[in-house]
């Protein structure tokens, strides 16, 4: 059996949503922006997708941006900033975004793993411009209290407009992760600029968006023909926009309880019968399909690979940090010994997981970790 344990890293395309591309690549081929009746209708569908993917988020259509993925959604929520202030649980890329600036500024984040609200706002100078916290961690999958923020960061404007200060202030917010498991509501989150990303919801990868809240300034990465308002200039990717829309339409079928309930049945099963297991970050908040475990003893890359050898496939934390073997960031700044953060593994579940599946990986870490930790003590006793 295999049993992929890593939709947070990726998840495959649903069915559903390849039918719903598949014409935009053959007979519905046409440039949007040509002048012609089937270029019109095209450019119809593809705004009535935008429409679909805005209304997610309580949004309108024209206040979204498409582009090649989270990763470009996030540059050009970073563009023409000078000084920000990122949270210590951010993805890879947002990290190397606030060290391309002038001045950046990294706040603390707390033993469950959420951002420290009072640093995080204690880090904000008259300067700074930009404000950045993902709606979920990637690593950890805790919930952080943007609304919080959102609330403190306006008082930090009327202070400044009561001094003279009339420099911009925005909040960006990368809610990627979130998108299906969490209500999302740009006004209720009270953020400037929000990230979406169709590869975490069964679509297709690279392709996201950017909101971008009436009245707020952003800086173009891409010049060209004036596409998307003139901030991602190109010929409309229109296939994969229309699978987007599609993956948005199905979020409410999504069985959030359920996979909640699979992921505490593993949970469960898993601290019952291996001793020395730690739970890392807020066991209550937390996104549905999310569990990270610290097996004391045990060096996390060697078990993924025993267990990958058994068809369990589960990571260390995001695909991009593993990737590079940097380990994750977030486990550093969340205080964690260097032995804690090696034998820590992050396991998440999706709408495909099943009861059998759960069960089976369930036993195999079971066999797998305590078969390591034994090999472990008798290399030690014998070296």
């Given at each position: 059996?295999?049993?992929?344990?890593?939709?947070?890293?990726?998840?495959?395309?649903?069915?559903?949503?390849?039918?719903?591309?598949?014409?935009?690549?053959?007979?519905?081929?046409?440039?949007?922006?040509?002048?012609?009746?089937?270029?019109?209708?095209?450019?119809?569908?593809?705004?009535?997708?935008?429409?679909?993917?805005?209304?997610?988020?309580?949004?309108?259509?024209?206040?979204?941006?498409?582009?090649?993925?989270?990763?470009?959604?996030?540059?050009?929520?970073?563009?023409?900033?000078?000084?920000?202030?990122?949270?210590?649980?951010?993805?890879?890329?947002?990290?190397?975004?606030?060290?391309?600036?002038?001045?950046?500024?990294?706040?603390?984040?707390?033993?469950?793993?959420?951002?420290?609200?009072?640093?995080l706002i204690s880090k904000i100078t008259d300067q700074t411009d930009l404000v950045s916290v993902s709606l979920v961690s990637s690593d950890l999958g805790t919930i952080q209290p943007i609304s919080k923020i959102a609330s403190e960061m306006r008082k930090i404007r009327?202070?400044?407009?009561?001094?003279?200060?009339?420099?911009?202030?925005?909040?960006?917010?990368?809610?990627?992760?979130?998108?299906?498991?969490?209500?999302?509501?740009?006004?209720?989150?009270?953020?400037?600029?929000?990230?979406?990303?169709?590869?975490?919801?069964?679509?297709?990868?690279?392709?996201?968006?950017?909101?971008?809240?009436?009245?707020?300034?952003?800086?173009?990465?891409?010049?060209?023909?004036?596409?998307?308002?003139?901030?991602?200039?190109?010929?409309?990717?229109?296939?994969?926009?229309?699978?987007?829309?599609?993956?948005?339409?199905?979020?409410?079928?999504?069985?959030?309880?359920?996979?909640?309930?699979?992921?505490?049945?593993?949970?469960?099963?898993?601290?019952?019968?291996?001793?020395?297991?730690?739970?890392?970050?807020?066991?209550?908040?937390?996104?549905?399909?999310?569990?990270?475990?610290?097996?004391?003893?045990?060096?996390?890359?060697?078990?993924?690979?025993?267990?990958?050898?058994?068809?369990?496939?589960?990571?260390?934390?995001?695909?991009?940090?593993?990737?590079?073997?940097?380990?994750?960031?977030?486990?550093?700044?969340?205080?964690?010994?260097?032995?804690?953060?090696?034998?820590?593994?992050?396991?998440?579940?999706?709408?495909?997981?099943?009861?059998?599946?759960?069960?089976?990986?369930?036993?195999?870490?079971?066999?797998?970790?305590?078969?390591?930790?034994?090999?472990?003590?008798?290399?030690?006793?014998?070296?």
């Amino acid at each position: 059996m295999e049993v992929y344990l890593d939709y947070a890293a990726a998840t495959p395309v649903d069915s559903r949503v390849m039918t719903a591309m598949l014409p935009y690549f053959t007979e519905r081929f046409f440039n949007p922006s040509a002048p012609y009746l089937p270029a019109l209708k095209v450019r119809a569908d593809y705004q009535n997708a935008k429409a679909t993917i805005a209304q997610a988020i309580g949004a309108k259509a024209d206040q979204l941006v498409m582009t090649a993925g989270a990763t470009e959604s996030l540059n050009l929520a970073f563009a023409g900033v000078e000084s920000v202030v990122i949270s210590g649980l951010e993805h890879p890329a947002v990290f190397k975004l606030a060290q391309s600036k002038t001045n950046h500024a990294v706040a603390k984040i707390t033993p469950s793993g959420l951002v420290d609200v009072e640093d995080l706002i204690s880090k904000i100078t008259d300067q700074t411009d930009l404000v950045s916290v993902s709606l979920v961690s990637s690593d950890l999958g805790t919930i952080q209290p943007i609304s919080k923020i959102a609330s403190e960061m306006r008082k930090i404007r009327d202070q400044r407009l009561a001094r003279g200060n009339q420099r911009p202030l925005k909040l960006h917010c990368d809610a990627s992760q979130g998108l299906g498991y969490l209500p999302i509501n740009v006004a209720r989150l009270g953020v400037d600029l929000l990230t979406l990303s169709a590869t975490k919801i069964y679509g297709p990868k690279q392709i996201g968006c950017l909101w971008i809240r009436p009245g707020i300034k952003v800086a173009p990465l891409v010049l060209g023909g004036g596409q998307e308002m003139a901030l991602r200039s190109g010929t409309e990717n229109v296939p994969l926009v229309i699978g987007f829309a599609k993956a948005v339409d199905l979020l409410r079928k999504f069985k959030t309880k359920e996979v909640a309930e699979l992921r505490d049945r593993l949970e469960a099963t898993i601290l019952a019968q291996i001793p020395d297991v730690t739970i890392i970050g807020s066991p209550k908040k937390r996104l549905a399909n999310y569990l990270v475990l610290s097996f004391q003893n045990i060096e996390a890359e060697r078990l993924i690979y025993r267990l990958e050898n058994r068809g369990v496939y589960v990571s260390t934390g995001s695909a991009c940090s593993a990737n590079r073997g940097s380990g994750s960031r977030a486990l550093v700044n969340l205080g964690l010994s260097e032995a804690e953060r090696l034998a820590s593994v992050r396991i998440s579940l999706g709408q495909l997981t099943t009861a059998e599946q759960i069960d089976y990986a369930t036993q195999v870490m079971i066999e797998e970790v305590l078969a390591e930790r034994k090999w472990a003590n008798d290399y030690l006793q014998n070296s």
